[in-house]
T-cell receptor, first 113, second 112 residues
Framework: QKEVEQDPGPLSVPEGAIVSLNCTYSNSAFQYFMWYRQYSRKGPELLMYTYSSGNKEDGRFTAQVDKSSKYISLFIRDSQPSDSATYLCAMSARGDSGSRLTFGEGTQLTVNP | ETGVTQTPRHLVMGMTNKKSLKCEQHLGHNAMYWYKQSAKKPLELMFVYSLEERVENNSVPSRFSPECPNSSHLFLHLHTLQPEDSALYLC???????????FGPGTRLTVL
């Protein structure tokens, strides 16, 4: 069983739709949760960072963490064609530099104009 | 230059060649990482350097040899690679007390 499960998609939505991206995990020691966005032929770009359970909002993006269910989500409101990318969830058990990140496989999202 | 830079961006090499990938971070971070990204697979951590000391070697074959001469630079020396080593090689960096890592654009490696 993978430590982090993420539906690879592809996911295709119309412009303006609300997008929900999800990851589940099995390691209860994970405390730090991140979402990265990766455009084609580019490196991953940090989008959201959350510690422990709860919600975090940044503009059109909302990250949710439910540690009791070992489930994290990223919501994108009013999706735009520029949001078309692969979204990677990542998580860590430690908060210090040099700590290992475990990544999901990534979900490929296309937002159609 | 800002962020994390990597050179070259693309590399094609034969199985008997020796080449090096270079990474430089301009963020003042004290940890650097090499990852391998293959199609349909999660990012695979290869090496971690913290304060210029290698703290993790994730069972990577010896044909990959990292070098971290200072906290801003990281190299990955390649020799006698196999075609299955073809992938996107990503460098990242991070700072004390935070697990958030910042990635470079990657080197697209093709081994013939």
């Amino acid at each position: 069983q993978k430590e982090v499960e993420q539906d690879p998609g592809p996911l295709s939505v119309p412009e303006g739709a609300i997008v929900s991206l999800n990851c589940t995990y099995s390691n209860s020691a994970f405390q730090y949760f991140m979402w990265y966005r990766q455009y084609s032929r580019k490196g991953p770009e940090l989008l959201m960072y959350t510690y422990s359970s709860g919600n975090k909002e940044d503009g059109r993006f909302t990250a949710q963490v439910d540690k009791s269910s070992k489930y994290i989500s990223l919501f994108i409101r009013d999706s735009q064609p520029s949001d078309s990318a692969t979204y990677l969830c990542a998580m860590s058990a430690r908060g210090d530099s040099g700590s290992r990140l475990t990544f999901g496989e990534g979900t490929q999202l296309t937002v159609n104009p | 230059e800002t962020g994390v830079t990597q050179t070259p961006r693309h590399l094609v090499m034969g199985m008997t060649n020796k080449k090096s990938l270079k990474c430089e971070q301009h963020l003042g971070h004290n940890a650097m990482y090499w990852y391998k990204q293959s199609a349909k697979k999660p990012l695979e951590l290869m090496f971690v350097y913290s304060l210029e000391e290698r703290v993790e070697n994730n069972s990577v074959p010896s044909r990959f040899s990292p070098e971290c001469p200072n906290s801003s630079h990281l190299f990955l020396h390649l020799h006698t690679l196999q075609p299955e080593d073809s992938a996107l090689y990503l460098c990242a960096s991070s700072q004390d007390q935070t697990p958030t890592q910042y990635f470079g654009p990657g080197t697209r490696l093709t081994v013939l």
